[in-house]
């Protein structure tokens, strides 16, 4: 019959109303989750003594391509606007140096927080979209050795505290002495990146299974790759440094050597901040090392093992970041480096932690911050409510009323409660006539009469934190 001819319609007008693919709307509820999520991230930044920047969300195609190895090709690329080529940014840090290069900076320690797009694949990367949010704090400028380095490190480790996300561990290796481990096994340089991806799976693979990639995929040879791990699966603390330091094979390699004298630096400053409990110094963290040149770090949480209830195991990485020496140099007409440190907070991988921890708690997050509701017993009172109203946004507090000229007081109540608004501020003819204001603590539902020209200390004070 018909039917068909309508379904297509129908089909269209879904289509229609959902945001683009890999992209979602956040509710009230999300939003304010968020929000509280990203003061407490802000205000740590603040605390460090960094300044805001913002950046366009479109940045010339040229900017962004080759900056990002693999990551290239996720690069959303717009349509020729008439003459210009442009993409949207991917991260913060090319924008960045752009920006410091542009202005002839060269030092500044700056936080920003911005939405990001990458054309992913949104189905076969669970939890991945094409648009999300990005934290960013960065050091820029020539500074003595692995000061900032720590100094980032810190942050990271207050966020984590502070959001009591649970136990968790902050990775960090180096650049030099990665490369320096390729170079004493005979792996030759042009292979360094593709064995460094690989290497990088170490968290996600057992080692049988990177050594077959490395020899079947990469084309490192059988006893380069035997070589490599002996030292990728080494994991530890300052003794461990102090053992390489003392490798004979290691301590050769110039660039090595470096790494592991200033990966013992920093150790001694985390040693003074008091954070080394949490931090392992591990030869297999690799990062996806476009524009990494030294210490590189990422932090994950930790978990009991369902299996296996001592066993901690890994549930995924939530900040990462590291040194990139030369990335503003590449923009500099000159060629001047500007040596950056920075990191990167994975604000959403944190957001939907908390937000599962949320629906499993069933408390319910206020989305608004209401703290009075004018409200009225009778009928007839509405110029009574926009009166009272009136007097209490023009002395800065937060209240509403109901939208109807003869609201049900019990209705009125009941909106109180659904929305967490904490007081009542009712007004009948009896008090109108008394000159007061009947407040009610929606909570506990005690009620007091106020005379009229207290109201607004009163309820000042009953609000104070």
């Known amino acids: 019959g018909d039917g068909y001819r309508v379904f297509p319609r129908a089909l269209a007008v879904t289509a229609a109303l959902c945001p683009g693919q890999g992209t979602r709307d956040h509710s009230p509820a999300q939003v304010a989750l968020r929000d509280r999520l990203l003061s407490a991230v802000v205000s740590c930044f603040k605390r460090h003594g960094a300044a805001a920047i913002d950046t366009p969300a479109l940045e010339l195609r040229e900017m962004l391509v080759g900056k990002y190895g693999e990551g290239s090709k996720l690069i959303y690329e717009l349509q020729d606007q ?28 700056r936080y920003h927080v911005a939405k990001v797009y990458r054309r992913d694949n949104p189905a076969t990367t669970r939890g991945r979209y094409r648009e999300f949010y990005q934290c960013d704090f960065d050091i820029a400028g020539q500074f003595d050795p692995m000061i900032p380095d720590a100094e980032c490190l810190k942050i990271v480790h207050e966020i984590l505290s502070d959001l009591q996300l649970g136990d968790f561990v902050i990775k960090v290796n180096d650049r030099r002495i990665l490369n320096g481990v390729f170079v004493v096994c005979g792996v030759p340089e042009s292979k360094f990146i593709p064995a460094c991806s690989t290497v990088d799976k170490l968290d996600k693979m057992p080692w049988e299974e990177v050594r077959s990639e490395m020899v079947g995929e990469k084309g490192l040879s059988p006893e380069a790759a035997d070589r490599i791990g002996e030292y990728v699966q080494l994991h530890g603390g300052l003794d461990l440094i102090e053992r390489l330091l003392q490798d004979p094979k290691l301590s050769q390699n110039k660039l090595a050597k470096e790494g592991l004298g200033d990966m013992k630096l920093l150790f001694e400053y985390l040693t003074l901040f008091g954070i080394t409990e949490k931090i392992s110094f591990d030869l297999s963290l690799a990062r996806g090392l476009d524009y990494y040149t030294g210490v590189i770090f990422e932090a994950v949480l930790l978990q009991q093992d369902n299996e296996h209830k001592e066993e901690l195991v890994n549930v995924g990485s939530v900040a990462g970041g590291g040194r990139y020496d030369g990335l503003v140099g590449m923009f500099d007409p000159k060629g001047r480096k500007v040596p950056c440190v920075g990191v990167s907070i994975g604000i959403e991988r944190i957001f939907s932690i908390l937000e599962q921890r949320l629906e499993a708690s069933g408390e319910k997050l206020r989305t608004t911050e209401t703290q009075v509701l004018v409200a009225t017993p009778q009928k007839h009172l509405l110029a009574a409510r926009l009166k009272l109203i009136s007097e209490l946004w023009d002395a800065g507090i937060k209240a509403e009323m109901l939208y109807k000229k003869d609201p049900k007081l019990l209705k009125q109540l009941q909106y109180c409660e659904d929305t967490g608004i904490p007081l009542a501020a009712i007004v009948g003819e009896q008090e109108l006539a008394d000159g007061v204001v009947k407040l009610r603590d929606v909570a506990t539902r005690q009620e007091v009469d106020v005379p009229r020209e207290k109201l607004i200390d009163e309820i000042r004070r009953r609000l104070e934190p």
């Not at 913060?92 to 542009?102: E, G």
């Open 82 to 109: 008439g003459g210009e080529l442009l993409a949207l940014r991917y991260d913060l840090t090319v924008p960045f140096a752009r920006y410091l290069a542009m202005n002839k900076i060269t030092n500044m320690k």
